[in-house]
């Protein structure tokens, strides 16, 4: 049995396509192609999206599903600049309280966000030194019923204690080995958290773990100035040159925030095949800058776009990509919306190492979206990126195919209830701003 989605327009590679449509058989994109070529045989569902624009699903390359709780939260600590965002607020307030009970109604809470903004794949980066061993096993359980396609990993670092750091790499290594297998929907990669919070041993024996699993490793990087200057006047270098010296930049690695890098790093970075993860709202909420987005581009860098968990909103985090870097640049021809689609769909899934989703085309994966076109001026094949990135929202989102299933069908969530996920939120939420457990 077969599914048909019918539409008005259909995203291609090469653009825009009038009254074309997918067929869908299994997990995979069997056909795209006019309306009328798609023939239907005795069995087969047909999707009536004539009034939709058929796209595939975004790719939100880097999210903090436990982040949920930051929302509103009311604190003592005064934040000052980016380390005094983590050892005032971020550590002890939030990151610390995280347990295998707040893991599981977070993960919950995000899924809905995310599939409601159209995210059909996305990379997780769980940070809670109180939440493992076992967390990413409750993170998988919870979005394998939401129905999303996910790389998850668990930020391993020394702050708390060697023996949590060593417990970090342990729940990478254990989720990577019992979940890298072909058609997974959810699987892992190995991950630390920066050089600040990781000395250079344990940097090599990450990455070395990593090549010995095969598996993708992933950090943060550079996110503001304070880790630049904390490695020149601890090593003397600047982190991609420490990462470089360490052997960990390799094609395996996608680091995200990328925000206070120099040129020489970025050429590195481009010579080493490493990827990288751009979150131009987040970047700006914690004051760390700009990223240099558009000279990574130009390196051929594969980059992708992330919410940070922040905002998940996948169109407010492609409106923000497109806006800051013209302001940053004074120049509005930097960072056209087409470039910023890119890096939400097939750039971004290269980006996080899911390299047969993000396009519609015959063999990919069938993770589909359809959007609403009723914008109050026409959607046609020279404005479709601006209206897409800069003039729809989650709401004009009405289907959410992952893997040639349905998750949202008709604008109504088929796989998590909302309302009793929101109440129980809001409950585990005041427990959690006490500091309850």
């Not at 790719?59 to 509103?72: D, K, L, P």
């Not at 959410?400 to 109440?423: N, S, W, Y």
Request: proline content about 4%; some cysteine.
């Amino acid at each position: 049995m077969a599914t048909i989605i019918k539409g008005a327009y259909l995203m291609t590679e090469e653009g825009l396509k009038k009254d074309w449509g997918v067929k869908v058989e299994g997990n995979a994109i069997l056909a795209v192609g006019p309306n009328n070529t798609l023939n239907a045989e005795s069995g087969d569902k047909v999707v009536d999206a004539t009034d939709r624009l058929v796209a595939p699903g975004f790719v939100n390359g880097h999210v903090h599903m436990y982040n949920v709780f930051a929302r509103g939260i009311t604190t003592e600590a005064l934040v000052t600049e980016f380390s005094s965002f983590l050892e005032d607020f971020w550590w002890p307030y939030i990151e610390d309280r995280i347990y295998h009970e707040q893991v599981e109604i977070t993960t919950k809470w995000a899924c809905i966000e995310l599939i409601k903004s159209g995210t059909t794949t996305f990379l997780d980066v769980l940070e809670g030194p109180n939440s493992i061993p076992g967390a990413l096993e409750i993170e998988k359980g919870i979005i394998e019923k939401a129905g999303l396609r996910a790389r998850l990993c668990f930020e391993a670092c020394q702050r708390v204690s060697e023996e949590n750091a060593q417990l970090g790499l342990k729940e990478n290594a254990d989720f990577v080995k019992n979940n890298n297998k072909p058609g997974n929907l959810v699987q892992g990669l190995m991950s630390i958290h920066t050089l600040f919070t990781g000395d250079k041993d344990f940097v090599r024996q990450a990455a070395q773990m990593a090549k010995e699993l095969n598996c993708d490793i992933h950090m943060h990087l550079s996110e503001s100035v304070f880790e630049p200057n904390w490695t020149l006047e601890k090593y003397g270098k600047r982190p991609v040159e420490i990462y470089e010296e360490l052997g960990y930049l390799a094609p395996n690695v996608v680091a995200s925030q990328g925000v206070k890098l120099s040129d020489s790093e970025l050429d590195t970075i481009a010579k080493r095949g490493a990827r990288l993860v751009h979150m131009p709202l987040s970047n700006c909420e914690v004051g760390g800058g700009i990223a240099p987005v558009p000279g990574m581009l130009e390196r051929g860098i594969k980059v992708g776009l992330g919410s940070d968990g922040f905002i998940n909103n996948f169109f407010e985090v492609m409106r923000g990509a497109w806006c800051v870097h013209k302001a940053n640049h004074e120049d509005p021809q930097i960072m056209p919306a087409k470039d910023v689609y890119n890096m939400a769909t097939a750039l971004g899934a290269e980006a996080i190492g899911v390299n047969n989703t993000g396009k519609l085309k015959e063999g990919y994966l069938a993770d589909i979206i359809t959007i609403k076109i009723d914008t109050p001026t026409p959607i046609n094949e020279h404005n479709v990126y601006d209206q897409l990135v800069l003039y729809r929202n989650p709401g004009d989102v009405v289907d959410v195919m992952v893997d040639g299933k349905f998750v949202m069908e008709d604008g109504k969530l088929l796989t998590l209830d909302e309302e009793a996920i929101r109440a129980e939120l809001r409950e585990a939420t005041l427990k959690f701003w006490k500091g309850d457990k």
